[in-house]
């Protein structure tokens, strides 16, 4: 029995010291040194594992990225609304924005360069250039940096691009075209001030292939090019479709003005709609524009001379000894504040309907405002609509308050420009995008014309009226060809002002008028 349990005794020692090896403590007690790398080389393949499936992981989501939306259109998402409860749910602005947590994928291209761009002009000539220079980034495959806007024009305005527009709201709908950045990375910022760059202001009315012959080159070479000047630098037509189409896009839909704008926009259209329909009149009888083109139909010698004056004292105002009765007659004055009150009230525009001023100050003041203000008595302007108050950060600053008078015309009932500089062309082209909302496209040289044999006494009322209603009855913003003059390129149909590619389709024949 003692020999028995003298054996098992033994036995189980020898067992104990058989385990201890195998936990790596030798028989004297010592830690096994091979047998010891086992937990780190454990915990090392868990460690590379784990990388490995990080990396898949975050490989899966940029593919998703891109490839999202062709992969996953018949999926149910949690990100992406369903189209039916999309229409439902989301009511789009009247200007056409999705909503602001919208964001569409990343392009992914090798990138050619930097694009900088001035832009020149007022409000809305800025507004068509930004249109062009985001297309030709697009084609040329070069990164924008938002563009800098005028603030040396005649209307000396401070504001920058993030004061007009949602410049968040810009980049990131369009970040599936092109990349735009807010401004130059360190690095070629660094360059930049050094003057390592490029500046020229590019053709005008170039087709995309000067873009890609003649600045692409640039960029290649000196990686930051700076357009100096963008008013009428993109043609009007012979572009590919997908270049217009985009154009449009940056249009209607990534230029969002700011929240501040756009409220105080809605609120002034309110305050129209509850007292009925509005005629939004765009009287350009401002002392600049008079100034500018030379036109002083009905001002008296004092103002001649101070309208004078002025011209002279801009250079870049290049023609300076104007005949205005000869350019009057050529319909390329604006029309005076009289002629524009017999030509509303021969198309038979209501007395009682209200009619909103959307101009800046009329040159003459009430003295010429007299005829119009006895034919329609309920004039109203921005400023007799909102309080001091509320348009105190809008004060010296044209191009914001020129963002206001071009949300309330694309609200109106009837839009009627006396004069077809770039806001009338491009209110124009949104009110057609918006569904062909009426536009009355004044024919100037034939209505001073008219307006000439009626005052004369050679032209009664009724046929002077019965004209002006026959030959205004097709031009009313309805859907029509732009008209296209490959020798004439200044005066063909502007894009902005008949977009047709981006309209709804059209109906053959069109006129071309």
């Not at 899966?60 to 939306?69: K, Y």
């Not at 202001?201 to 995309?208: G, H, L, T």
Request: aromatic share 10%; net charge positive; with cysteine.
């Amino acid at each position: 029995m003692c020999k028995c349990g003298d054996d098992s005794m033994v036995e189980r020692e020898e067992m104990w010291k058989i385990g201890m090896k195998y936990v790596g403590v030798s028989k004297i007690g010592r830690p096994n040194l091979m047998v010891s790398r086992a937990p780190m080389m454990l915990w090392i393949v868990r460690g590379v594992t784990t990388l490995l499936i990080w990396t898949f992981v975050i490989r899966l989501l940029i593919m998703g990225e891109i490839m999202g939306p062709k992969l996953l259109k018949s999926w149910p998402s949690c990100f992406t609304p369903p189209t039916t409860l999309f229409a439902k749910e989301v009511k789009l602005s009247s200007v056409g924005v999705l909503p602001k947590d919208f964001h569409p994928p990343k392009r992914i291209y090798k990138n050619n360069g930097y694009l900088l761009v001035s832009c020149n002009g007022g409000l809305n000539q800025m507004r068509a250039a930004i249109c062009d220079m985001v297309s030709i980034a697009r084609y040329l495959n070069v990164t924008l940096i938002v563009p800098e806007l005028d603030k040396t024009s005649f209307w000396a305005d401070p504001s920058e691009f993030k004061d007009i527009f949602d410049v968040d709201h810009f980049i990131t709908s369009l970040r599936d075209e092109v990349r735009i950045l807010k401004e130059l990375p360190p690095r070629l910022k660094k360059r930049f001030k050094l003057g390592l760059f490029h500046s020229l202001p590019p053709i005008s009315w170039s087709d995309i292939s000067y873009y890609h012959d003649q600045i692409l080159p640039l960029l290649q070479k000196y990686k930051v090019v700076h357009l100096n000047r963008t008013d009428a630098r993109l043609a009007n037509n012979g572009l590919p479709l997908e270049i217009q189409k985009l154009r449009c896009r940056v249009n209607f839909n990534a230029l969002k003005f700011t929240s501040q704008i756009e409220e105080l926009g809605r609120k002034v259209v309110s305050i129209l709609r509850q007292n009925g329909p509005f005629v939004v009149l765009h009287l350009r009888y401002e002392m600049d524009m008079l100034a500018f083109s030379g036109c002083s139909h009905g001002c008296n010698v004092e103002e001649v001379e101070e309208l004078t004056r002025m011209r002279y004292a801009y250079p870049w105002w290049k023609e300076k000894v104007i005949d205005s009765d000869f350019k009057r007659k050529e319909g390329l004055c604006p029309l005076t504040p009289e002629e524009t009150a017999l030509i509303l009230t021969a198309l038979g525009i209501n007395h009682d309907v209200q009619i909103y001023i959307a101009a800046g100050e009329i040159y003459g003041g009430s003295r010429r405002m007299a005829s119009l203000a006895a034919a329609y008595p309920n004039l109203v302007r921005k400023e007799k609509l909102l309080q001091p108050s509320e348009l105190m950060y809008f004060q010296n600053h044209s191009s914001q308050m020129a963002a206001l008078d071009y949300l309330v015309s694309l609200e109106s009932d009837i839009f009627v420009p006396t004069y077809d500089g770039n806001m009338a062309k491009v209110v124009e082209g949104h009110r057609r995008y918006l569904g062909f909302k009426k536009t009355i496209a004044l024919d100037r040289k034939l209505l001073v014309d008219l307006i000439d044999q009626y005052r004369s006494g050679s032209l009664s009322w009724d046929d002077f009226s019965l004209t002006v209603k026959e030959s205004h009855a097709d031009r009313m913003g309805t859907a029509r060809r732009r008209l296209v003059m490959p020798d004439k390129l200044k005066e063909e149909d502007y894009f902005y002002a008949n977009p047709h590619e981006c309209l709804q389709p059209l109906v053959e024949p069109l006129g071309l008028t």
